[in-house]
């Protein structure tokens, strides 16, 4: 459910087994010419069966465990998937062309894959700059860091990113065993990233310039910011940058058991127009059992769209917040959010 919800629309990446990256693309309801002979045959969210294999695209990237995959669009609607893979972890990145084969321009074959310390390496997210070169995070070894690589369009480390120390590829920390979530490109390409840091202790999100050093005019002279929502483990943040360049953050706090969400303003500090003092902290508990959130993206209007596994995985919810971190009670019947339960079988 991560990454580009904007662009994946058509899209769906998910894990079907692990050894697998399973692609397929939705029909959209105007493919066929609006007749209504087609229209019955397909609908809107019906499997595109002229891609891939039926609509389906597996590739088994290593012999080993192959998951977690994340999803980006390019601009020529070539597709690239980013995930881990190999046991121990390894990056892998793979490109397929619009009709669903393995893009033979890309790396070796369509894929590409990096071993960057020898021990367990996450790929977690991925992102575009306005040049084509593929970025992507994740954390590496134990303990862990921020691991970050840059790939220029062809599938080849850019050796211009971290040059002179390890080209291409940068393994860092703001704090100490941190992990990268998620990243986005800013408009002048810079980096942002965000993550969990001291051993899952607290929300963190930097920015990078483009050479891979960090760049100390974000929360000035950091280079980065934090924020601690709870006493318990806070995970897994997701960005997303608003047209006036805030930034959001929501992931999971208080040990899963609730969604806490946080904005910093374009130059890295604290936005306190977000939710109320003394930390502008937004928490949210939908239920009495975990509620992890695994997409933001804006909804128009300064309002945001978070999508979230509840109640232990048994539900999908939505919950969309105004440009003030309040609940939108004009959404889901009043009440901000939606709750749509997976499987009507499960008790």
């Given at each position: 459910?991560?990454?580009?919800?904007?662009?994946?629309?058509?899209?769906?990446?998910?894990?079907?087994?692990?050894?697998?990256?399973?692609?397929?693309?939705?029909?959209?309801?105007?493919?066929?010419?609006?007749?209504?002979?087609?229209?019955?045959?397909?609908?809107?969210?019906?499997?595109?069966?002229?891609?891939?294999?039926?609509?389906?695209?597996?590739?088994?990237?290593t012999f080993d465990s192959d998951e977690d995959p994340h999803i980006v669009i390019q601009p020529d609607g070539k597709i690239v998937v980013a995930g881990e893979c190999d046991e121990p972890e390894d990056y892998c990145v793979v490109r397929y062309t619009v009709d669903g084969d393995l893009d033979p321009t890309f790396a070796t074959n369509g894929i590409f894959v990096l071993d960057l310390t020898g021990g367990e390496d996450t790929a977690r997210d991925l992102a575009l700059q306005s040049d084509g070169d593929i970025v992507v995070v994740g954390d590496c070894q134990t303990p862990q860091h921020i691991c970050i690589i840059v790939l220029n369009p062809d599938g080849t480390l850019d050796t211009t990113f971290n040059a002179g120390i390890t080209?291409?590829?940068?393994?860092?920390?703001?704090?100490?065993?941190?992990?990268?979530?998620?990243?986005?490109?800013?408009?002048?390409?810079?980096?942002?990233?965000?993550?969990?840091?001291?051993?899952?202790?607290?929300?963190?999100?930097?920015?990078f310039n483009t050479d891979g050093s960090l760049d100390t005019t974000f929360n000035s002279p950091d280079g980065y910011n934090f924020v601690d929502p709870t006493s318990d483990d806070d995970d897994n943040p997701e960005i997303v940058v608003q047209p006036n360049g805030k930034i959001i953050l929501v992931g999971s706090c208080d040990d899963y058991e609730a969604i806490c969400s946080v904005r910093f303003n374009a130059d890295g500090t604290l936005d306190t127009t977000w939710g109320s003092a003394p930390d502008n902290i937004v928490y949210t508990d939908l239920t009495d059992w975990e509620d992890i959130p695994y997409q933001v993206v804006n909804a128009g209007n300064g309002h945001t769209l978070v999508v979230a596994s509840c109640y232990d995985e048994t539900y999908i919810c939505v919950l969309k917040f105004d440009n003030s971190g309040n609940l939108d009670k004009s959404f889901g019947e009043n009440k901000g959010y939606v709750l749509t339960k997976v499987d009507k079988n499960w008790n």
């Open positions: 459910m991560k990454d580009q919800i904007a662009s994946s629309s058509a899209i769906v990446v998910t894990r079907l087994v692990p050894l697998l990256f399973l692609l397929a693309i939705l029909i959209p309801h105007t493919a066929y010419g609006g007749t209504e002979s087609a229209a019955t045959l397909a609908h809107a969210g019906d499997v595109d069966l002229s891609f891939g294999n039926d609509g389906v695209v597996f590739t088994d990237v080209p291409g590829q940068l393994i860092t920390d703001y704090v100490s065993g941190d992990e990268a979530e998620s990243v986005a490109i800013l408009g002048n390409d810079k980096i942002l990233v965000a993550g969990e840091c001291n051993n899952n202790d607290y929300y963190c999100i930097g920015r």
